[in-house]
C-alpha cells in the first residue's frame, strides 16, 4: 500500500534535514558582498535554499531506496526510515520526483543560470547516487563539485560575485570536506 507504515516524522527525517546546513552555501555570495541585509537579496537567496533543500531530499531519498538492502546491514544506517521500512519504498519514490519538480520549476522563477545550475546539480547528485560514488577519487570530486555548484548558484541568484582568492578557498574546502566524507 502506497501510505502503509509512515507518519510525518518519519518522512521528515527521510528528508534528512541536517544535510541542508550545506544549503548554506548560496548565501556566500551576499555575506562575503556585505549584501546580507539587503532584503531582495536575502529573500532570492533563501529561495536558493529552500530550492537546493528540495532539490537535495529528493536525492536522498532516492539514494536510501537505492541502498535500502545494504543500508539494513548498517549499523547506523538500517535506522533511517526506508532502511526500516517506516517510509516505503513507492511513497519514497513518489515524494523524491514530486521534490525533484518542484525544485526545477522553482529554480525556473528565479533565472535560466540558476534552473541550469540547479539541473546540473541534480544530475550530478543523482549520478552520484548511481554511479559516481562507487569510482575512486570521482566521488571526492563530485561531492566538492556539488559543494561548488551551490556558491555559483548563490552568485547565479544575486549578480555577486566571490574573489578568485575565495572561491579557491571554497573548492579547497569542498575538497577537504569530500574526503572528510569519503573517509568516515
Known amino acids: 500500500m502506497f501510505f502503509e507504515n509512515w507518519n510525518i516524522y518519519q518522512v521528515i527525517k527521510a528528508l534528512r534535514p541536517r544535510q541542508w546546513l550545506k544549503n548554506f552555501a548560496v548565501f556566500a555570495s551576499i555575506i562575503f558582498s556585505g549584501q546580507l541585509f539587503n532584503p531582495l537579496l536575502l529573500r532570492l537567496s533563501l529561495h536558493a535554499f529552500f530550492v537546493f533543500c528540495a532539490v537535495a531530499s529528493a536525492n536522498y531519498l532516492f539514494n536510501d531506496v537505492m541502498d535500502k538492502p545494504k543500508d539494513q546491514k548498517h549499523p547506523f544506517k538500517r535506522l533511517r526510515p526506508i532502511a526500516r521500512g517506516t517510509v516505503s519504498v513507492p511513497f519514497a ?18 533565472n535560466e543560470t540558476f534552473f541550469v545550475l540547479t539541473l546540473v546539480f541534480a544530475a550530478l547528485s543523482f549520478g552520484y547516487t548511481l554511479l559516481l560514488k562507487h569510482l575512486a577519487v570521482v566521488d571526492i570530486l563530485t561531492i566538492a563539485v556539488g559543494y561548488f555548484l551551490r556558491v555559483y548558484a548563490g552568485e547565479a541568484v544575486t549578480g555577486y560575485h566571490l574573489s578568485i582568492w575565495l572561491t579557491l578557498a571554497v573548492f579547497s574546502l569542498s575538497l577537504f570536506l569530500g574526503i572528510g566524507k569519503r573517509r568516515s
Open 93 to 110: 519514490l513518489t515524494l523524491s520526483v514530486v521534490l525533484l519538480i518542484i525544485g526545477l520549476f522553482l529554480s525556473l522563477q528565479i
